[in-house]
Nanobody
């Protein structure tokens, strides 16, 4: 049974930092591109960051570029998102996803491409 379990969400003040983790079980994470998406109330799920299967390439949405860093630890079957200089507009439920399509260098950005999803973790940034 495939499971992606996010953790690390919390309430934080603007300008603060959080690190989200996604623990993967039931599949070998190195066989998948991994990504973080987020969904704010009343809005569609949106792309945040992705990392290729071989961890060589990463891609970020412009809204988080320079503030967020995605990384993966395949021996531990884990993907992380370090979030710095948080803003109130970063408030959302954050989801990790696994995508098996594409090459080893592929960094997916469309939610429809992802086969597996976690249940999400809430990040709230107060002003």
């Amino acid at each position: 049974q495939v499971q992606l379990v996010e953790s690390g969400g919390s309430l934080v003040q603007a300008g603060g930092s959080l690190k989200l983790d996604c623990a993967v079980s039931g599949l070998t994470s190195s066989g998948y591109a991994m990504a973080w998406f987020r969904q704010a109330p009343g809005k569609d799920r949106e792309f945040v960051a992705s990392i290729s299967r071989n961890a060589v390439r990463t891609k970020y949405d412009d809204s988080v570029k320079g503030r967020f860093t995605i990384s993966r630890d395949d021996p531990k079957n884990k993907v992380s998102l370090q979030m710095n200089t948080l803003k109130p507009e970063d408030t959302a439920v954050y989801y990790c996803g696994a995508d098996q399509t594409g090459s080893f260098y592929y960094t997916p950005t469309k939610s429809a491409d992802f086969l597996y999803w976690g249940q999400g973790t809430q990040v709230t940034v107060s002003s």
